[in-house]
């Protein structure tokens, strides 16, 4: 019994775990995937969550891809193709080789009517060249391929690579992406920015293209306009105060002018004009160019009165498409204290009846070897500036409307990371809601087994006491049987024999052997007593089966006619011993069923053995079965055929008599040694 139990509960401990395990692997199983699925799938939930909460306290400390609006320079814009595969190409050239270790794409944003801003006209798959003078076929320092999956995107692509000596760049692309509009197949950039440290060494350099849709310099396409340092985002930086730009009164004169002083001689090398925040509201209050100059120079000088003037730049607008909101300039590093901003030819403001000249900036940096050195320098001007809300310190703040004025570069790369990581994000999320629901799934699982694990328990021990008890009422019954047939047969031969001795007082020689036959009678039922629970344990009472039933037939048929035969006797004798017990029992009880009812003169046995069944019959010339009640076989011979897990048959012959039939499979393997 404790086997059974042992192998039930194995049996459900190993079911759990299948079905456990079979459910982790269907949550688990998934087609070929790209390789950051991957490799958050090898990741465990707490790197996930972990990652997800990093991801979130990053971005909190990442720029904004706050859009521009009104009117400006969109970009470059290839000739429109049908076949994505013609190539294009993008080449930007220098004079002397410069040292080059960024180059930043800015995409050309198109407003979709269903996914809202989206790259237009973006690569697919390209690569990008360096070269030094002379060279014609360059470095290849990024490739990219449709698995990468750039798109969709509004962020800049960022491309960063060992410092590299070069005087041109240039952009291959081999498949193109369709406009959103008519699904026609461009190449189209808004901005292409090559940095050597901190200077954007492309900014107003010679490009050059393979094909061009636009041709007008004075138009919002143009190859000139991927150089002009304007990009399609206001600088929404996370850190900084707020900050208001100066926006001068009406009326400040045709040649206003704004001195910056340093405070000690620098280098300069480049100048930053923010124009004035309009976006805080939509749409816009005033135009893109609001408050900037249409003509203007840019002085340095180490003097306060200017008397060593030299002249680092100029600015001209001659359209609208020559603002934005950061006017950038480089020019030839220039050692200086004093920046001196001198309009030739102001901004005109006019509002109804009020017209007059006007200028406003948000900030304006001044940088020396990379660095803005204007932060917190005094301003001063020649016109009236004394309005409290429009303060000119806020030209020199260090902030915009929305907070830190940051270095191009950064401003790019934080773009671009923030981009990566609000993609990689959903990912997270995907995988995560994945990994709860798997495991909100195992556990209802495993409340489910667990419930079915203690059904099983119960049944378990149900079943070892059904088992038990029906071991308990078979053993009772064996023991009854082998009592009543063994026992029985015995004392019946006993008393027969008796009756013999009686008869043949007068013959001693006979009496003694009688006598003998009886002792030894008496000892196999003392025998049998003592292993009425296992007859198996009983040595020496059951032995050669065919040797037991001629002997038992002798015995008990001493004073009839008995005939008994035997066929396959090869077979008989590779019988298990609990088969041939039961067997050598039943025949026993039939002879004792035929000396006890039917008044038979002859007995007739054959017992026939093959590879498939076992056949015992038993013949008899006696009154048959007629008084006989209920089922015709004897229930002594009912009983031991269960035990034995034959078949029985008896019927009445037509000369009067009885033939009990037994069949036994010997096909099962238990009847077998």
């Known amino acids: 019994m404790y086997l059974v139990r042992r192998y039930l509960l194995t049996f459900a401990a190993f079911g759990v775990i299948a079905l456990i395990m079979g459910g982790l692997t269907s949550g688990n199983s998934h087609s070929e995937a790209d390789a950051e699925e991957l490799r958050l799938k090898r990741l465990s939930i707490s790197a996930l969550e972990h990652r997800l909460a990093n991801i979130d306290e990053q971005l909190l400390t990442l720029a904004q891809p706050s859009m521009r609006t009104g009117v400006g320079a969109v970009g470059y814009r290839s000739i429109a193709k049908s ?233 001209q607008m001659e359209s609208i498409f020559e603002a934005g909101p950061i006017i950038m300039r480089r020019f030839p590093e220039t050692p200086c204290r004093y920046v001196r901003l001198v309009v030739d030819k102001p901004y005109i403001y006019s509002n109804g009846d009020r017209t007059g000249s006007r200028i406003g900036f948000a900030e304006i940096e001044l940088f020396s070897n990379g660095q803005n050195v204007s932060v917190g320098k005094p301003i001063r001007v020649n016109f009236k500036a004394d309005s409290p809300l429009r303060s000119l310190s806020a030209l020199t703040d260090g902030n915009n409307l929305f907070g830190e004025i940051l270095p191009i570069r950064r401003w790019m790369e934080e773009l671009a990371k923030r981009h990566d990581l609000e993609s990689e994000r959903p990912l997270l999320r995907a995988e995560l809601y994945g990994r709860y629901q798997l495991q909100k799934t195992n556990l209802n699982r495993l409340a489910w087994l667990a419930g079915l694990l203690g059904f099983v328990a119960v049944c378990t021990v149900l079943v070892e006491r059904i088992v038990r008890q029906r071991a308990v009422y078979q053993t009772r019954q064996r023991i009854a049987a082998d009592l009543h047939d063994e026992l029985g047969a015995n004392l019946h031969a006993i008393g027969l024999l008796g009756d013999l001795a009686q008869a043949t007082a007068d013959s001693p020689d006979k009496l003694k052997s009688l006598l003998q036959r009886i002792r030894d009678l008496t000892e196999r039922s003392g025998a049998a007593t003592r292993y009425c629970s296992n007859m198996l344990e009983a040595k020496g009472l059951f032995g050669d089966l065919m040797d037991d039933m001629r002997r038992t037939s002798t015995r008990m048929m001493a004073d009839l006619e008995h005939e008994i035969s035997f066929e396959g006797e090869s077979l008989l004798s590779e019988l298990k011993p609990a088969t041939r017990i039961d067997l050598f029992l039943f025949y026993k009880e039939c002879l004792v069923n035929i000396l006890r009812h039917s008044g038979a003169t002859r007995v007739t046995t054959h017992l026939k053995a093959d590879r498939r069944e076992l056949c015992l019959t038993i013949t008899d010339n006696g009154s048959g079965l007629e008084n006989s009640s209920g089922d015709r076989v004897p229930r002594s011979l009912s009983r031991r055929s269960r035990l034995l897990g034959a078949q029985v048959d008896a019927r009445d012959l037509e000369n009067h008599g009885t033939r009990i039939t037994l069949r036994l499979r010997t096909r099962k393997f238990w009847n077998w040694v």
């Open 83 to 315: 076949d994505p595969s013609v190539g294009e190409w993008i080449q930007i050239d220098w004079e002397q080789d410069v040292t080059l270790d960024q180059i930043v794409l800015v995409p050309t944003i198109w407003r979709d009517t269903v996914n809202g801003f989206r790259a237009d006209g973006f690569p697919i798959e390209f690569r990008i060249l360096v070269g030094a003078a002379g060279q014609t076929e360059g470095d290849v320092v990024a490739s990219y391929s449709a698995s990468d999956h750039l798109l969709p995107r509004v962020a800049p692509l960022v491309v960063s690579f060992p410092a590299t000596d070069a005087s041109w760049m240039r952009l291959e692309a081999t498949r193109l992406s369709p406009r959103g509009w008519d699904g026609m197949y461009i190449l189209q950039l808004s901005e292409i920015l090559v940095f050597s440290g901190q200077e954007n060494v492309a900014l107003k350099q010679s490009v050059d293209v393979s094909s061009e849709d636009q041709f007008e310099l004075r138009s919002a396409r143009h190859k000139q306009h991927l150089v002009d340092g304007f990009v399609p985002y206001l600088m929404d930086a996370y850190e900084g105060n707020q900050s208001l730009a100066f926006v001068s009164e009406i009326g400040v004169g045709d040649s206003p002018e704004i001195v910056i002083d340093l405070e000690q001689i620098l280098p300069l090398s480049r100048i930053h004009l923010h124009a004035t925040d309009l976006s805080d509201t939509v749409p816009q209050t005033v135009p893109e160019d609001f408050g900037i100059p249409r003509s203007m120079r840019i002085e340095g000088a180490n003097e306060p009165g200017f008397s060593d003037v030299v002249s680092l730049c100029e600015y």
